[in-house]
T-cell receptor, first 121, second 114 residues
Framework: GAVVSQHPSWVICKSGTSVKIECRSL??????MFWYRQFPKQSLMLMAT?????????EQGVEKDKFLINHASLTLSTLTVTSAHPEDSSFYIC?????????????????FGDGTRLSIL | GQQVMQIPQYQHVQEGEDFTTYCNSS?????IQWYKQRPGGHPVFLIQ?????EVKKQKRLTFQFGEAKKNSSLHITATQTTDVGTYFC??????????????FGQGTILTVHP
């Protein structure tokens, strides 16, 4: 089945550090990937949609200069949390849909990575 | 914008009891998906409903999509301790772009006491 790999799993760093999170689709192509943030016991909040070869689409209230997204290939999207502060501590999860030779993309399930737990001291 | 409300927020049951979580959208959905997230894990896709009034079953799990395609439910018969986790519905609004943006409900945290 479709597998999404997310790295790293855990990050603990000092305030002011920039943190890069990678999301890879291992056995399928994904022109679109999604980045979510989840606080403890809360739902997944979509932060942005990552588009291969073009600019990401950010949700309302998400600072694009704070959360830099790059989607340089059909299998890799990265999220960089710039100058992270304690309030940025959260669980960040990416997802992707298997788009290989498929129609009706909107009906395809999203496959999630294992997530990255970010703790800013 | 689209809102997806899910209730209840928490549900505690004894093993063997049934469990139901409900999802309600402020707008008509083109499809709705259900995910399960175990404690400390990531969401795992369970099922997708597309058609109005659709009912699908997976062993002890029954999923329904309302006639108006604005609400959905997940029912678990005779819960087991392995059912523990958070169940999320996620709806995609009808029409618009086709890049598959989903809006997640708040989730229902299910605990099962043996």
């Amino acid at each position: 089945g479709a597998v999404v790999s997310q790295h790293p799993s855990w990050v603990i760093c000092k305030s002011g550090t920039s943190v890069k999170i990678e999301c890879r689709s291992l056995d399928f192509q994904a022109t679109t990937m999604f980045w979510y943030r989840q606080f403890p016991k809360q739902s997944l909040m979509l932060m942005a949609t990552s588009n291969e070869g073009s600019k990401a689409t950010y949700e309302q209230g998400v600072e694009k200069d704070k959360f830099l997204i790059n989607h340089a290939s059909l299998t890799l999207s990265t999220l960089t949390v710039t100058s992270a502060h304690p309030e940025d501590s959260s669980f960040y999860i990416c997802s992707a849909r298997d788009e290989t030779g498929r129609r009706g993309l909107s009906n395809q399930p999203q496959h999630f990575g294992d997530g990255t737990r970010l703790s800013i001291l | 914008g689209q809102q997806v409300m899910q209730i209840p927020q928490y549900q505690h049951v004894q093993e063997g009891e049934d469990f139901t979580t409900y999802c309600n959208s402020s707008t008509t959905l083109s499809n709705i998906q259900w995910y399960k997230q175990r404690p400390g894990g990531h969401p795992v896709f369970l099922i997708q409903l597309v058609k109005s009034g659709e009912v699908k079953k997976q062993k002890r799990l029954t999923f329904q999509f309302g006639e108006a395609k604005k609400n959905s439910s997940l029912h678990i018969t005779a819960t087991q301790t392995t059912d523990v986790g958070t169940y999320f519905c996620a709806g995609r609004q009808g029409g618009g772009t086709s890049y598959g943006k989903l809006t997640f409900g708040q989730g229902t945290i299910l605990t099962v006491h043996p």
